[in-house]
């Protein structure tokens, strides 16, 4: 059954962090030289946001401190999370106004997604008029600016967001599907649509395919004999096809749950083990969340080289248990590390989940000792939850190598 064709609006605040700090200073971004960037964190950092005035430079809104060419007067702004978290939640505020919540979909912290289809007509507007008031909105109230892609579905949508209005001077494009063989299909290389990585893009490259024409034109059921269902999603989003729907429910299919970090010097295999130890304290406290129990566990290691190794093991039975997850992980880490090179980022994760009322009793465990380890964890989360989360923490934490304190007063890995 074909769907009725609605009106998506994909909303993106232009150089949202850059935009933010600057606001924040009185400054234009459109006119300031300023990134945001952590200095202390070494060259090796990453850039997270540049300014529409940096970009004129053609420096990309995504580098290396060290990559960054000199600019004159050049700010440096600390990234403050909780601000940028605010700040977008005033946004997702004013979208509101426009459309039911059910008729918004949040993309991530700067972009969402509102169908307008049923709202059209009571405003009495076009989609461009409709779109164009929501982008006044937002400047009027928050100062931000906002780019805005119009379109049938979902992707195309954002094919027209990302690829025509961020470029345009109205920062507002309507796309069909009659407007992809012209504005889509010459495109290359293929990373710059929406959804194709590099290690795709080298795949699809591999088989004679160098524009996104390429694809869209390919067999379809090639592509997914090659690529399985995201073959076929492809080659559907390359003609524009998108049968999802704003409203309809997203059921998880994730039954895994992980930690992990970079680390911004190499660690040698003992200062990993830290880490580690860290991060697996902080799996537990989402598992019991979850209420779930692990039926199998892994560990991720990347090398300074650039190589590592991923591997799991199955356990004896679900569990949360902290020691028995320990000493799983750390025979994983035992077992398959061999590199004289340090360590620069470590992931650990719980797998196999089981929802924890339903655990199947084993003659084998320590009901006794578990329900005291129980007790214990749940008296630490809960001093944790009324105090903070540096209220309470191993003695290990203070160990020159160990990122504990300092992670807890980050969001995403940044500063709050």
Request: proline share 3%; charged share 25%; with cysteine.
């Amino acid at each position: 059954m074909i769907q009725k064709e609605r009106t998506i609006l994909a909303i993106d605040l232009k150089s949202f962090y850059a935009s933010v700090e600057c606001l924040d200073r009185g400054l234009d971004p459109f006119n300031t030289p300023l990134v945001v960037c952590d200095k202390s964190r070494g060259k090796g950092t990453i850039i997270l946001a540049v300014t529409p005035y940096v970009k004129t430079l053609g420096i990309p809104s995504r580098l290396r401190r060290y990559e960054l060419p000199d600019v004159k007067n050049m700010i440096y702004a600390t990234p403050r999370m909780e601000r940028y978290i605010k700040k977008s939640c005033e946004v997702l505020g004013i979208y509101l106004e426009f459309v039911d919540k059910m008729d918004m979909h949040i993309y991530s912290i700067d972009e969402a997604f509102l169908d307008i289809t049923d709202y059209l007509r009571n405003a009495q507007k076009t989609a461009e008029e409709f779109a164009q008031t929501i982008a006044q909105r937002v400047y009027f109230k928050t100062g931000l600016t906002v780019t805005i892609g119009i379109g049938g579905n979902l992707i195309l949508a954002k094919l027209a967001m990302d690829i025509e209005a961020k470029h345009n001077k109205t920062l507002m494009a309507k796309w069909t599907q009659d407007d992809l063989p012209i504005k889509l299909w010459p495109i290359s290389p293929l990373t710059k649509m929406w959804g194709i990585g590099k290690r795709m893009q080298e795949k699809l490259n591999a088989l004679g395919m160098y524009t996104i024409g390429d694809i869209a034109i390919s067999n379809p059921e090639y592509l997914k004999e090659k690529f399985g269902i995201i073959g076929l999603q492809i080659w559907e989003h390359t003609n524009g096809i998108d049968d999802s729907r704003i409203q309809q429910p997203y059921v998880s299919q994730s039954h895994s749950i992980s930690v992990g970090q970079t680390l911004f010097t190499s660690y040698d295999p003992i200062d990993a083990q830290l880490i580690i130890r860290e991060n697996l304290d902080e799996l537990i406290v989402r598992l019991h969340q979850n209420k779930s129990l692990a039926g199998s566990v892994g560990l991720g290691i990347r090398y300074a080289s650039g190589n590592g190794f991923s591997k799991f093991m199955r356990l004896a039975q679900p569990t949360d248990n902290l020691k028995i997850m320990r000493m799983a992980i750390i025979q994983l880490f035992e077992r398959h590390y061999h590199s004289q090179n340090g360590i620069k980022a470590v992931s650990i994760w719980a797998g196999n989940l089981e929802t924890k009322k339903y655990q199947q009793e084993s003659l084998f465990t320590d009901y006794q000792s578990e329900v005291l380890q129980e007790k214990m964890d749940q008296a630490i989360e809960n001093i944790k939850r009324m105090y903070g989360r540096n209220s309470l923490y191993r003695a290990s934490a203070l160990l020159k190598k160990s990122n504990f304190i300092s992670r807890n007063n980050q969001i995403g890995g940044h500063r709050r």
